[in-house]
């Protein structure tokens, strides 16, 4: 059985057990999905959510799509992991030192990533209107300071690692163009300090003729198991009337990340349901954070919508490594 | 409160209040879409409709894409402004001086704009297989006179204003190219005769990183107000699988409708319901007509929902225009 | 009245009587879809079918797109033509001299023809990581023989005729780019033996501004009816956010399946209810085969929607005849 | 023999024999170009010209590409047709009620045509970036007077004709989409007073697989004679590795301009020089006007070569409409 | 050393011997290029040529590009192997059984192979306005017999094998799109007669990063010797302003030519003449047909420049094939 | 007058004085270009070279096109500064601990910069068949150090600044697509060790309507002088028939390399002989390196013309800078 390494004890995880006789990886929450349109004012739709366990509740930071269909970041607040609660201001931003930074045109699809006492943001920021990585810091949800453009254009979702490995810090990202980018392979950069970032690699391509031909990403931050980093993704497959977007899963090598010991050459989760289907974006299934608690192994995914609204899929880091296992490209 | 100007009474305007609670600027009719699919013989869908007031009851000119899927106009009439009868026979045009003209390949996104005893057509016509704007001119909705070729290819979307300015007739038009456009300003331009037009010029071009950074263009005919022209327009939103058209609004001078004086930054509309969110063209509203009732400052909206029905949405005056100013990006 | 030649009769044929008042061509099965998402293990979706009577039931070779999206082929069986039972295994082909060949990297959207005593497969085959039609032939549905890269890339849609024509086999086919192919016109080829190919010819090509504007090819195995050949066809729309698979038809002359002898204008069925108009690929309506019985004129006709799942749709030779007779653009 | 009408005499015209033996209808000046790169400060090519007979000398309408490669338009002097002394300062436009305008961001192509007793430029403007058609008038070369926007974008290659027909002023031009557009046909539009423009027809067309099979538009001002209006063209031909323009010809009703009594199927004269294949935009021969003496019907075409300097081609009315009737491809 | 196999002596072939201390595989005829522009009446441009020995003299078809652009094929006459005498008129082809069909819209890019007492032409032919091979025979060079549609669109580039081989006659070519298509890979074909083909397979694809990193097809006919096929192919690099057309190599088994035994990583022959570099499509060095003198090895190779005229280039067997050995990508 | 500063004496800079009355700010060398196609066994282009002063005399890295066409890095020698003799081998690379690295499928665009006393080379490496800067060290165009990856793709045209300012080492790029890209701007980046960069920002964007409409970047190292760091950049000109590449220059901030001080809106040489306008890449002016001689203030530089070859353009850093100034588009 899989076991999960420098984890957390979650025991008020949302969780639903799986269907009778189901046999997907993943199964659905029956309420899904959990936000919905216009949520709060200003906002038109809430999606690719970071949530994350917090003072015995759970915070998270969100993308929003205001009535303006602009993408901005705000604070969100759970009890139970299902309902949330957005914060009425958008997150600011102050540098390192705390100074005041002026808000940025856009900030989207953020994670939370807990390392050592620090919540880090990762987002798609802003820089001159050109997309990148953006990274802050945070204890209290309250405060974010911000480093001062640690990557350089055009890249999307960056998803650090919960800890070092080796003294440094990792990043996996999806480097891209300046607009909807037809390609996208999956890299690792490393940092001392978060500030400045080298010895780039890529360590996972897209695929011909498969559902990643177009794309694939990383997800939710990597979970520490024995066999390795158990890291979520997502793909894309590019049909003649538009993209795809799917989740995928693998497992990387403790020590070396780049390493990839595992791959599943299925989706776990593909979008099926009207919410996934249909929207601002069809067919989109985007996970972007994980609730596991270390006990049970329970794994709770949050995922956007259809870029419309956001949903879980739950399942045990057992069922998931065995699925990843039996449906491995790498080792057959 | 906004006044309108030059309206007229229309005290069986469709009506329902707003939902309790709700906050947007517009709501949905209860029973929308007002129309099905394949409503009558050879019709496959009608939407972007364009109905006006007629003798106690309503009347109008609808794009009907036939069962051949190629778009045609259609006259139709409603007592409740709700129920659509459309007549067996697709419009057909004579010119200035009566004489028929060969129906042409297809006919489009109508408007009707009465400007004194007139009621004036506008829609996208076909010229040697290229899309611009038809203006044709009717007292019945029986025998319609059009013009001939008054403006030069690629354009769509024309909006004449409701009554002379200056003494000039003004029309809001959207340039395009051939086909499915991805570009798109609003353009102002004038004329002594409806039959020769100049003047031109750009009021409104599209924005980087809004909700119409691919295109915006007119809706439905200018509504004057106090405070200048009101004018709902569409804007068109590029997402990396397909465009999302949304309603927005401004208000222009009313003496130099080339000024623009409020703004809305936010949608007004945007697609949400399945009926807007699927069909032909997900994700389309597209606002083309409005009745207004003078006294009490109603407003019935009918905008296409995703290239495949008709809906109403409602709000008044007041609401609109005070939601517009709180959001103005003019004047900020 | 049209009669069925070379037919047979299928006293079990799935059918249902069009609905009170119903006036288009083709109606709906109560219960479509016949097909859910992920039917059998390792199956995502299962669409675009090729079902015969056999041995007093059914028996089909199915596209089946995996949990992996990619699509492969498998046999499936149905007692009553509504319920589908797929085999656990994908379809493996031999040589025509019975050696094994290695499978493909892909295969989708099958046909199945009977002639004389052999059900011909006709199917978009890899060669190279490039499309093209592959060919086997089956007496049983178990053992596959395939022939020898009869068509050259790129190459979709085969449709083989059902008996040889002035000694001569003949076959539809719709020539395309390695990709999604925004052209496409209907060929017929001939050969004396299945494995050459040659005196290829356009028969029909698509239409500027009509249903099949952007490309057209062939859909179930014709049907020889007195007129000629009955062909189902699907066509093409390209829309400003993606592609409307709609169903056609027309009838070929019976000596020189070449020659148009009556071509409808109209679509015969369109994308409209949610299970064509949402799902992998939105709006597809995709005919592929159909069950005739030559004793009453009733038809099954089952069409792929949304790339996602199968359904039915019912008419009469005879009512499907007079439709096409009625909007013919050949004789006008 | 065709007669030149409404012509002058231009004694001192430009002018070379035809080489010995030589067949084509069109001969190149032995001396061409006639301008060199970077001829004055600022300016770093100078091409398509608009040179018309001044005060027994020659003066004209310059597109002069600046040192920052954005073109603009300046007066340009010549005592014997062959050497141009460019201003050096770039034309500023008034109002026609006098009033100082801003210089345009652009001003290229243009074309200088007499009526009565003014000389109109008709060039690609600037409104709000987008290009389309400017009208200014002058009598001295010194002081230009411009209409107000006459027409709206995208429009390029403006052409008026030399005289009012049956009162009214007509305009050739090639509706285009905002950047280097991939379609372009011939409009003829016309006005009573130069402000107001309708009445648009497309008088012809690109032809598939031809050498416009991409665009054509107008040259120089129509040539009034005996037979119609001889109208030089440009067309393009779309290669695997860029665009050929190249130059036709045609001949318009008198009356009616909007038939084409005949069109000449072959170039008159293609890119074959080295300075015609390479430069800024390889491959260009692009007529802009022409120098027409009333009494020998000698011709001196003024085209640019490649975008990067002038050339003159010589030939007869007489030589040159033979060869249209020759190879006309309107009444075979 | 290299021995040509079933050829023939050519005691009077164009030849030059290498410059001195020339290192490249491949030199140019010192007065290339052998056609200029305008050679004939109607005919701009003359290349991609197809020159065979013939009576002691030497003959062949060649596209000209007629001075309406459009290609189309002659017949040309050369006793010395340099100057070329084109026909006045064009191919016109019978059928089989010597019936008259009109001329098609276009045919270019001819290849002429003599198999047994037969000469065999390969070009691009028009079906129903797409390209693909048309394939003729002839005795004399004036009646051409023509097969009725041997090769499905869309292709291109067919070149025969000079015999049959196992009883079959083979045909490489380069499947394609409509238009100026973005990719191509060899293809083999065979067939019993002629008139049908199959067994289609790949035998080579084109290269990331490398000099056919977007396509690649035959060149002319291949050559017999002791090692194999010798085949003389195109590559098409993409570079940011167009294609480059560069000339390589490779040797085919000669019992199983779908098997490539050696392949040049590098090309043989280069645009780097300005009469290869400049003209209707700069950066073209296509060869299409090769003079091979069985006695002595020399090869005059035929190759089309910039699609504007005609060159040659000299080797010998000996030398070539060495090249290619040495620089063989296959066996590494 | 302006002074180099940090600079050192080249007595042997090559060097002509200006033509008589020229009046442009740069003037090319009289025998240009340097080098020819074909120099060297296996190279067939060599350009965009990066000379500096070494031993008294000079050396390079150069982009050397293979007779595969595929491009490598070699090291050159020159006396004179004109003639250029190339290594036999490419360029290898060791780890910065010595150890042995495979060849790189490509390296292209080097620049070479003295910093201290290591000569640090930067070009466009290969990661996963994407295009990134590389950065290698060497002391005696031996043996070279490369960095590990210290910059993830896409990126290209990185230039070093030639010592560290305020303690840290800054990098000029230009992020880019994976392909031909088409956008453009110039990025500053900084870091402390050369392995690990941040605070990346863009310091110039592409403008709409200029010689760099489409993008622009960094050209030779930066030289410092008093008013700031002078930079010579590339912009490119998108016109309907490919890319213009000319060469313009601005001056950066001495202590705070992001802030422009002046920037000169006109190029200071665009391609105008046949050498630049003709070749591989028609129309390419792409400065990449320069010698300045700090007594005299004369420069000499480098650039690659047309993909095809090497040549020199003079000026000094007076003229330049004052041109600079008075074309100066910033404080305007």
Same mark, same amino acid.
């Given at each position: 059985?899989?076991?999960?390494?420098?984890?957390?004890?979650?025991?008020?995880?949302?969780?639903?057990?799986?269907?009778?006789?189901?046999?997907?990886?993943?199964?659905?929450?029956?309420?899904?999905?959990?936000?919905?349109?216009?949520?709060?004012?200003?906002?038109?739709?809430?999606?690719? $959510?970071?949530?994350?366990?917090?003072?015995?509740?759970?915070?998270?930071?969100?993308?929003?799509?205001?009535?303006?269909?602009?993408?901005?970041?705000?604070?969100?607040?759970?009890?139970?992991?299902?309902?949330?609660?957005l914060?009425?201001?958008?997150?600011?931003?102050?540098?390192?030192?705390?100074?005041?930074?002026?808000?940025?045109?856009?900030?989207?699809?953020?994670?939370?990533?807990?390392?050592?006492?620090?919540?880090?943001?990762?987002?798609?920021?802003?820089?001159?209107?050109?997309? +990148?990585?953006?990274?802050?810091?945070?204890?209290?949800?309250?405060?974010?300071?911000k480093?001062?453009?640690?990557?350089?254009p055009?890249?999307?979702?960056?998803?650090?690692?919960?800890?070092?490995?080796?003294?440094?810090?990792?990043?996996?990202?999806?480097?891209?163009?300046?607009?909807?980018?037809?390609?996208?392979?999956?890299?690792?950069?490393?940092?001392?300090?978060?500030?400045?970032?080298?010895?780039?690699?890529?360590?996972?391509? $897209?695929?011909?003729?498969?559902?990643n031909?177009?794309?694939?990403?990383?997800?939710?931050?990597?979970?520490?198991?024995?066999?390795?980093?158990?890291?979520l993704?997502?793909?894309?497959?590019? +049909?003649?009337?538009?993209?795809?977007?799917?989740?995928?899963?693998?497992?990387?090598?403790?020590?070396?990340?780049?390493?990839?010991?595992?791959?599943?050459?299925?989706?776990?989760?593909?979008?099926?349901?009207?919410?996934?289907?249909?929207?601002?974006?069809?067919?989109?299934?985007?996970p972007?954070?994980?609730?596991?608690?270390?006990?049970?192994?329970k794994?709770?995914?949050?995922?956007?919508?259809?870029?419309?609204?956001? $949903?879980?899929?739950?399942?045990?880091?057992?069922?998931?490594?065995?699925?990843?296992?039996?449906?491995?490209?790498?080792?057959?």
């Amino acid at each position: 059985m899989s076991k999960v390494i420098n984890g957390i004890n979650i025991p008020n995880i949302p969780w639903e057990e799986a269907p009778e006789g189901y046999e997907l990886p993943l199964w659905r929450y029956s309420k899904n999905p959990i936000t919905k349109r216009n949520p709060i004012k200003n906002v038109e739709r809430v999606f690719n $959510s970071a949530l994350v366990p917090f003072n015995g509740e759970f915070i998270g930071v969100f993308r929003c799509d205001g009535v303006d269909q602009v993408p901005h970041l705000r604070v969100g607040h759970s009890k139970d992991g299902y309902s949330i609660q957005l914060e009425e201001d958008v997150v600011h931003f102050l540098t390192l030192d705390g100074k005041k930074i002026p808000d940025a045109h856009w900030g989207y699809d953020p994670r939370v990533i807990k390392i050592e006492d620090e919540y880090y943001v990762v987002w798609c920021d802003d820089i001159a209107d050109s997309p +990148t990585l953006g990274i802050a810091k945070t204890k209290d949800f309250k405060t974010f300071y911000k480093y001062d453009a640690p990557f350089i254009p055009n890249n999307r979702n960056g998803v650090l690692f919960p800890r070092k490995i080796n003294g440094k810090y990792y990043m996996l990202s999806r480097p891209s163009d300046t607009d909807h980018t037809p390609f996208g392979d999956i890299y690792l950069s490393e940092s001392k300090d978060m500030e400045y970032w080298g010895k780039h690699r890529c360590i996972q391509k $897209s695929h011909f003729s498969t559902w990643n031909n177009l794309k694939l990403g990383g997800g939710p931050a990597p979970i520490e198991i024995e066999e390795g980093w158990l890291v979520l993704i997502h793909g894309v497959n590019q +049909t003649c009337s538009g993209y795809i977007y799917s989740a995928g899963a693998m497992i990387l090598d403790r020590d070396d990340p780049s390493k990839i010991l595992y791959r599943c050459q299925n989706v776990i989760l593909g979008p099926s349901e009207l919410y996934e289907t249909t929207g601002f974006v069809p067919n989109v299934v985007f996970p972007t954070s994980v609730l596991v608690d270390q006990a049970s192994g329970k794994m709770a995914i949050y995922y956007g919508c259809a870029d419309t609204c956001t $949903s879980i899929a739950f399942t045990t880091v057992d069922r998931l490594v065995n699925y990843i296992k039996e449906n491995d490209s790498i080792n057959k």
